[in-house]
């Protein structure tokens, strides 16, 4: 994983105002629809979680001060990976012993969030082995990959996969260069799989400007849809409503909070659903939550231990 990279090109973009915004809708129905969430207002905010540093819990620490609500809707963990396997020649999902200890323990780490009714996503990230979302060499082997995760959302009890189409490299190990079909065969392939689960698109990458192919443009196939630079205001540019959209992201206590205030004014100003934020870790950051809560849904942050 190359997360300490991620995180400097996010903080490249502070000073920026952006943020992608997805809603959550009533149209995604997904695993932890069972435990509804206390009531609260739209935008629909979402955390990514560094798991190779701080724990998922975080995510259900955080509360209004005003009417109990969670403050986050999605959590993602940040990140398995899509590997290149050099004897078979196919991608492979590959998690790191962190990602695997999460999973491993879902029980303590995931189901909590999701009794909150919290949706736990997984994100899905290049390795720098060449293998990508973008360069499947048939469509049977995009749809061998797509079963790959949806296998992993049975087998663990997630709320769905996020992909993020970043460090892949793509004509590592003899691998292919990005083609049109192959994001469009996996997507479609996906959702065929788990039609009531969240797929989420971070928006950067060959993968996110090929979603169309012989016809099928998979755009709606998608819940959300966010922008990837921290710090600025970008709307992805897929033909979704801006219900499922986010552009603007933040980082938690790396983006000022006068920066996160700004963007999530202008989130609710403009009518987007969905609030990104990346880099939750294991302290009170209830200053930092709280200066875009206050925009989003009229209330303080409050931070449970």
């Given at each position: 994983?190359?997360?300490?990279v991620r995180s400097?090109?996010?903080?490249?973009?502070?000073?920026?105002?952006?943020?992608v915004a997805?809603?959550f809708?009533?149209?995604?129905?997904?695993?932890?629809?069972?435990f509804?969430?206390p009531?609260?207002?739209?935008?629909?905010?979402?955390?990514?979680?560094?798991?190779?540093?701080?724990?998922?819990l975080?995510?259900?620490?955080?509360?209004?001060?005003?009417?109990g609500?969670?403050?986050?809707d999605?959590?993602?963990?940040?990140?398995?990976?899509?590997?290149?396997?050099t004897?078979?020649k196919a991608a492979?999902?590959?998690?790191?012993e962190?990602?695997?200890?999460v999973l491993?323990?879902?029980?303590?780490?995931?189901r909590p969030?999701?009794?909150?009714g919290i949706?736990?996503?997984?994100s899905?990230?290049?390795?720098?082995?060449?293998?990508?979302f973008?360069?499947f060499?048939?469509?049977s082997?995009?749809?061998a990959?797509?079963?790959?995760?949806?296998?992993?959302?049975?087998?663990?009890?997630?709320?769905?996969?996020?992909?993020d189409?970043e460090?892949?490299?793509?004509?590592?190990?003899?691998?292919?260069?990005p083609?049109?079909s192959?994001?469009?065969?996996?997507?479609?392939a996906l959702?065929?799989?788990?039609p009531?689960?969240?797929?989420?698109?971070?928006?950067?990458?060959?993968a996110?400007?090929?979603?169309?192919y012989?016809?099928?443009?998979?755009?709606s196939?998608?819940?959300?849809?966010?922008?990837?630079?921290y710090?600025?205001?970008q709307?992805?540019?897929?033909?979704?409503?801006k219900?499922?959209?986010?552009?603007?992201?933040?980082?938690?206590?790396?983006?000022?909070?006068?920066?996160?205030?700004?963007?999530?004014?202008?989130?609710v100003?403009?009518?987007?659903?969905?609030?990104?934020?990346?880099?939750?870790?294991?302290a009170d950051?209830?200053?930092d939550v709280?200066?875009?809560?206050?925009?989003?849904?009229?209330?303080?942050?409050v931070?449970?231990?």
């Open positions: 994983m190359c997360t300490p400097r090109v996010r903080r490249a973009a502070l000073v920026l105002s952006a943020v997805l809603a809708g009533a149209t995604a129905t997904t695993g932890a629809a069972a509804p969430a009531a609260k207002q739209r935008p629909t905010s979402v955390a990514y979680v560094e798991v190779n540093n701080n724990s998922m975080n995510v259900g620490k955080y509360t209004l001060a005003n009417g609500g969670n403050v986050f999605v959590a993602v963990i940040f990140a398995a990976n899509i590997n290149y396997d004897n078979t492979q999902l590959y998690f790191n962190n990602v695997q200890r491993d323990n879902a029980a303590t780490e995931i969030l999701q009794q909150k949706h736990v996503v997984l899905v990230l290049g390795n720098h082995q060449g293998a990508g973008a360069n060499p048939s469509q082997a995009a749809s990959f797509a079963k790959q995760l949806s296998d992993t959302v049975g087998k663990y009890g997630l709320d769905g996969i996020d992909f189409d460090y892949a490299e793509y004509g590592n190990n003899g691998t292919g260069q083609n049109d192959s994001f469009v065969h996996l997507v479609t959702r065929a799989n788990m009531d689960k969240i797929i989420s698109l971070y928006n950067i990458g060959p996110a400007s090929r979603l169309s012989g016809g099928v443009d998979v755009s196939k998608f819940d959300y849809a966010w922008n990837p630079y710090g600025t205001w709307v992805p540019g897929i033909a979704l409503p219900s499922k959209l986010s552009p603007a992201a933040v980082e938690i206590g790396g983006t000022s909070q006068s920066a996160v205030a700004d963007l999530a004014r202008r989130t100003g403009e009518g987007y659903g969905v609030f990104l934020t990346y880099n939750l870790d294991g950051r209830s200053a709280s200066a875009f809560t206050k925009e989003l849904y009229g209330s303080d942050a931070y449970t231990p």
